[in-house]
């Protein structure tokens, strides 16, 4: 199978990536396109780099009616409105040429809710489905890339408003890296007969192989601008010549432009008299490398992320030295591909200068003191939701930001149990804090665990860890400590609010409302 006709996608469509340099589909479009075409819906593994969102768009727009109907037909749900416009700009030409139009809710686009095909983050299609702009009674399907994040937050969840406004028969494609099980009992929650693609994700498929070898890595939010200067460090490692490998002709002609531009001498692979090579399809390059037998002198520089990791493996065996040029949102994607294909991530070793290396030095040292040196249990229970949407390096990684520009208060050190209990800590005789239960209306069956609770108290009453206390969660409701003084905030932050899919009812558990009410009446007295 060559081509997206053999997959049973409308000629124009196919005929609309072929005219943007997209015309083999990779392992994962293989597989989910058909399924897709056959109604069902699904939760796609994976991230971006992955091709996951094409895929997606691919299988939704083939199962349009040839008729437009009631706008939109088509809801794609992306985690921010930047990234919306990004991705709307993607589908645009691929719903022109089944007679739709695409359009997102925010960045300027004229008349957007009445595009076959929207695309918004779920807080900006919420309010305007709040306000009457956008209907949902003709949504025959929804897309949402990177479900966790679509679903990030504590408030009232504006991705469940949306979903609990369109049909239960419409299909739904979740797309998620990695699939966890909170994403599989989020499909089965909000759709009928949904299947997970690929088949093996997470089921043990996908083991890592035996060891190749290594492939480098650099990460940049800025790939164009340091696209030359990374060319320029590995010529300057020796190679003859360099492949760079890009995700469509398109792509690899705008770029290659552009280093032309700079002074590079731009070619096909084979071109002798070419530095750089300019490839999107591996096998074609190796055919094209082995006939001028130069193997050898050869380093692959991958401008943009491998889609699977056939395509990294085929890739990286070409040269004697193979370089990936990432954003931070592909890490997720090239760590998991790399460790499929059996290859050792490393980063690009470069110079800091000496100052930023003791610097980053402290940095380290400082959290090597709090893993040492701290009780940091309240803390794996206030992340423990992250750990279920993110790899826990990426977690790390932005506590580290955040400690390197001064740290967030809710996440300062919490330190013993004494002083989390409001036990007096020694220091100025200060009295021991007072202890009350609040009641929670939801439970183990609703699927919440400690962490989530104790996300929802210091994120919606804005209090911090050390001021909540123990955590009993039974079948059907949560019981929940909470120093005396904040009791009343933390009773009204959280009535109402929406955790798991489930409304909130928050009150003081029945021991302690007279109290409550005791020291109501001391007060007025």
């Known amino acids: 199978m060559d081509g997206f006709a053999e997959l049973g996608l409308p000629p124009e ?78 589908l645009g030409p691929l719903s022109q040429s089944l007679g739709r139009r695409t359009a997102c809710m925010s960045g300027g686009w004229a008349e957007p809710e009445e595009a076959s095909v929207l695309v918004g983050s779920p807080q900006t299609l919420a309010r305007a489905v709040r306000d009457a702009r956008v209907k949902l009674q003709g949504v025959h399907a929804v897309l949402a890339v990177d479900l966790g994040r679509c679903r990030a937050g504590t408030q009232a969840d504006p991705f469940d408003e949306i979903l609990s406004g369109i049909s239960r028969e419409a299909q739904r494609v979740f797309v998620s890296l990695p699939v966890t099980e909170a994403d599989r009992e989020y499909l089965d ?34 790939k164009e601008q340091e696209l030359g200067e990374t060319v320029a460090s590995l010529q300057g490692d020796g190679h003859a010549h360099l492949v760079l490998f890009f995700r469509s002709d398109d792509r690899a002609a705008d770029l290659g432009d552009l280093l032309s531009l700079q ?71 090239l760590k998991k591909i790399s460790r499929e294909a059996g290859y050792e991530l490393v980063p690009v070793p470069h110079r800091r200068p000496s100052r930023l290396e003791e610097d980053h030095r402290r940095t380290l040292d400082r959290i090597r003191t709090a893993i040492t040196e701290e009780d940091l249990t309240p803390y794996l229970l206030l992340l423990e939701p992250l750990f279920r949407e993110y790899d826990p390096t990426e977690v790390a990684s932005a506590l580290a930001a955040l400690l390197r520009r001064g740290g967030d208060p809710a996440l300062e ?19 021991p804090a007072a202890w009350v239960k609040v009641f929670l209306s939801i439970g183990e069956r609703d ?45 009204e932050a959280l009535n109402g609010i929406t955790l798991r899919g489930r409304s909130v009812r928050a009150d003081f558990d029945r021991g302690d409302r007279a109290r409550e009410r005791d020291s109501d009446t001391r007060k007025r007295g």
């Open 13 to 90: 469509l196919v005929e609309a990536l072929a005219a943007h340099g997209v015309e083999v589909p990779n392992n994962l479009q293989r597989e989910a396109i058909p399924v897709l075409r056959k109604g069902h819906s699904v939760l796609l593994e994976g991230g971006p780099g992955s091709g996951a969102p094409l895929a997606g768009a691919l299988g939704l727009l083939a199962r349009l009616p040839e008729q437009p109907g009631t706008t939109p037909e088509l809801l794609v749900v992306t985690p921010t409105d930047e990234e919306g416009v990004a991705l709307a700009l993607s």
């Open 189 to 222: 929650r909000h759709s009928r007969r949904g299947l997970v693609v690929p088949s093996d994700a997470g089921d043990g498929a996908g083991a890592p192989m035996r060891a190749r070898g290594q492939m480098e890595f650099r990460i940049t939010a800025r």
């Open 263 to 333: 002074g590079y001498s731009i070619g096909a692979p084979g071109d002798l008299e070419a530095e750089l090579w300019l490839g999107v399809d591996a096998m074609e390059a190796r055919g094209a490398v082995e006939e001028a037998n130069i193997e050898g002198t050869l380093a692959v520089l991958s401008v943009d992320v491998p889609e699977d990791a056939d395509a990294l493996d085929r890739r990286n065996s070409l040269g004697r030295r193979s370089v990936v040029l990432l954003s931070p949102r592909e890490s997720r994607h």
């Open 413 to 431: 050190t919490g330190g013993a149990d004494s002083r989390e209990r409001g036990e007096p800590s020694g220091r100025g005789g200060r009295p």
């Open 447 to 491: 699927g919440v665990g400690p962490g989530d609770l104790l996300g929802a108290i210091t994120g919606e009453a804005g209090i911090r860890g050390p001021q909540v206390g123990r955590i009993e969660i039974r079948d059907t409701f949560s019981k929940v400590e909470v120093q005396q003084e904040f009791a009343h905030k933390v009773v």
